[in-house]
């Protein structure tokens, strides 16, 4: 793994992170997405949780090193728990948990370049943030 001076790197497979020692602003936050895009979300593994209903791409994916889960579970019934939990996932609200979250408005469409931003817990890494750059597919 390469580490540049600005707390960038690059991982094995070529997924860019950024590590910062404050809570990041809306504007760092593009702008770790915007350094990502001119690097390319290139990652071999983009899309790989398409297809986990399928025992061998799970099993190829936890080959890997991944650790896989999927788990299905009745958030309500009809159009009116329909359209509120849709809402909610389009505004990123399960990411919304304090110690990470996503921009609610950023959009959920197919290409949308997203930040994952995440508090690292103390005593290890007090008050230290990642931020992971991706790309919807």
């Known amino acids: 793994d390469k580490v540049d001076l ?9 997924a860019m992170v950024h590590l910062q020692l404050s809570r990041p602003t809306q504007d760092q936050k593009k702008q770790v997405v ?20 399928d025992k061998s791409e799970v099993k190829a994916l936890k080959k890997k090193g991944f650790r896989v889960s999927s788990k299905q579970v009745k958030v309500g019934k009809g159009w009116t728990d329909y359209r509120k939990a849709k809402r909610k996932l389009n505004n990123w609200e ?14 959920v469409r197919r290409g949308s370049k997203v930040c994952v ?3 690292l817990f103390p005593p290890f890494f007090p008050f230290t943030w990642i931020l992971n750059p991706l790309k919807t597919t």
């Open 117 to 119: 931003c995440a508090g």
């Open 34 to 53: 915007n350094d990502a895009a001119k690097l390319g979300f290139n990652y071999e593994d983009k899309g790989g949780t398409r297809l986990l209903g």
């Open 94 to 107: 399960h990411f919304q948990l304090g110690w990470a979250n996503v921009a609610p408005e950023t959009s």
């Open 6 to 14: 600005e707390g960038r790197w690059r991982t094995q497979t070529g």
